[in-house]
């Protein structure tokens, strides 16, 4: 039962083949079972399985949803009610929440139980999960391997069959990039689709949660519930939600898929180019157009995205001073340094990097060399789509340019570890959707994936396109070995 899809497990619960309380326990028993993966910074199993009885009541009365009943593994920077919610940092490793962000609301509201949180990177900065306050998360692939990051514990628990189903959030890569290392299905929906509110802020304008699971189908039940327009996020749009599951079937024949050349040159590994380019064949058997399009600005969105993220971060993380939110130091002298050795206790070296990056290029004297050119850079590099998605519906190429790389390889070399965003990040400094799917393995018989950039506000689309190939094909039903 706990190998299903969260769309079987909602016909098998409906039809009263199992409970969400045996579910709930059986994954509860499962994370156990494989700890060692790190997947997981808390658990809290009264909780879940009160959640999942209410469920079982909920589903005796008829009333259920699709999500009534399934439990979902929650990122650990999602504000949950009577919950520790630590952004996988020291500095808030005592913060018990005292209230739903809007996501974990809305999933209460579905009838969805919460499995426990899931490790990160220390407030999403990473790509490796290697900055996490609890420790790094092992690839289920190969031990040996980094799940990618941030939500790279939520990938892992996804991989492992440790949860049906996760949620991550996507500022540069962090959903996109560990789906692609850990072989599952993750989406970030476009800037605004999903509200922001109690989802602890890394940069503001280009953070954005999504779902992580198995199937495009499941990424399309979990997007319906987290979807939605709400007033306590000023960012979030007041835009019709479509019900992403029903035009999951249509035909895409006449898909006219743009191949962006850049993502297809120096630097990308040629066993994953190999997997990318039969994933575009399986396309055009299924009656797809292929174009070649350009994204000329692409090369900048790295040193871009690395003077606006560690802006916007240097600012959000400015609460942490141990008086409104946070670790306080047990001794100082003053107040001030109460804030420096509360401050230097309770952040890790990634995030100090990130603040000190972000505050120099704020500063008077630098602001207009660094931050606001970055600001035009991203304009050029929105334009870039706008012009690509002239001559086609879907842009696709690889998610990251290697599979997935072994723990400690980069730690200490963060342009070699930042790199490993270089075809993810310039989709969110455009705000666009961007997806990845289980296409393969490379020469290391690590997972590939395959990455779907769309119009604004068409994810419907692209999770067309992903559940096409995924009738067609079975890389999505592939799992690691010892954990199948
Ligand atoms: N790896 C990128 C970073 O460290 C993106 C992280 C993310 O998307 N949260 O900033």
Same mark, same amino acid.
């Given at each position: 039962m706990l190998e299903k899809t969260v769309a079987e497990l909602s016909v098998a619960l409906k039809a009263k083949k199992v409970s969400s309380v045996e579910l709930t326990q059986g994954f509860l028993d499962r994370i156990s079972k494989y700890r060692?993966? !790190? /997947?997981?910074? *808390?658990?809290d199993p009264e909780r879940s399985l009160a959640q999942a009885r209410a469920a079982d009541a909920r589903l005796a009365t008829g009333?259920?949803?699709?999500?009534?009943g399934i439990p979902i593994a929650q990122k650990d920077i999602f504000c949950a009610d009577g919950w520790l919610t630590t952004c996988g940092s020291k500095m808030l490793s005592n913060f018990v929440a005292p209230y739903d962000a809007t996501v974990i609301e809305r999933f209460n509201a579905a009838g969805a139980v919460c499995l426990g949180k899931t490790n990160m990177d220390e407030f999403a900065m990473? *790509? +490796? !999960?290697?900055?996490s306050f609890y420790g790094p998360v092992k690839n289920?692939?190969?031990? $040996? /391997?980094v799940p990618g990051g941030s939500s790279g514990g939520s990938a892992a628990a996804v991989a492992a069959r440790l949860a049906p189903a996760a949620t991550g959030t996507d500022t540069g890569g962090s959903i996109r990039q560990p789906a692609a290392l850990t072989g599952i299905t993750g989406i970030k929906p476009s800037?605004?689709? @999903? +509200?922001?509110?109690?989802?602890? /802020?890394?940069a503001s304008s280009l953070d954005q949660g999504g779902p992580m699971t198995r199937t495009a189908e499941d990424a399309a039940l979990l997007l319906n519930a987290m979807c939605g327009f709400d007033v306590?996020?000023?960012?979030? @749009?007041?835009q019709p939600v479509p019900d992403? *599951?029903?035009?999951?079937?249509? +035909?895409? #024949?006449g898909l006219k898929i743009g191949l962006p050349k850049e993502y297809f040159g /120096?630097?990308? +590994?040629a066993d994953v180019a190999k997997v990318v380019e039969a994933a575009i064949a399986e396309y055009r058997k299924l009656g797809a157009e292929v174009v070649e399009v350009s994204l =000329? !600005?692409? $090369?900048l969105a790295i040193p871009c995205y690395y003077v606006l993220a560690p802006a916007e971060a240097s600012s959000n993380l400015?609460?942490?001073?141990? @008086?409104?939110?946070g670790h306080r130091a047990?001794?100082? #002298?003053d107040l001030s340094d109460m804030y420096c050795k509360s401050r230097a206790q309770g952040f890790g070296a990634e995030v100090k990097r990130r603040i000190l990056i972000g505050t120099y290029v704020l500063s008077a004297g630098y602001y207009d060399a660094y931050y606001l050119q970055a600001q035009r850079l991203r304009r050029l590099i929105t334009d870039d789509f706008n012009r690509a998605f002239e001559k086609c519906d879907v842009i696709m190429g =690889? &998610? &990251?340019? &290697?599979?997935a790389f072994n723990l400690g390889a980069k730690k200490d070399d963060p342009v070699a570890m930042y790199l490993s965003d270089i075809y993810t990040i310039s989709v969110n400094l455009a705000g666009l959707p961007g997806m990845s799917i289980p296409a393969g393995f490379g020469a290391d018989n690590r997972p590939v994936g395959l990455q779907l950039i769309g119009k604004y506000f068409d994810e419907a689309r692209l999770l067309n396109a992903a559940h096409q190939y995924q009738q067609a094909t079975d890389w999505h039903k592939k799992s690691p070995k010892g954990f199948a």
């Open positions: 060692d993966l !790190n /997947a997981f910074i *808390s658990l009333q259920a949803g699709p999500l009534t990473g *790509s +490796s !999960n290697e900055t289920p692939w190969d031990t $040996q /391997a800037y605004g689709r @999903v +509200s922001r509110y109690g989802m602890i /802020a890394f306590r996020d000023s960012t979030s @749009v007041d992403f *599951s029903a035009g999951l079937n249509s +035909s895409i #024949k /120096a630097g990308l +590994s =000329p !600005n692409s $090369q400015a609460r942490f001073d141990g @008086v409104r939110y047990p001794e100082y #002298k =690889p &998610t &990251t340019p &290697t599979t």
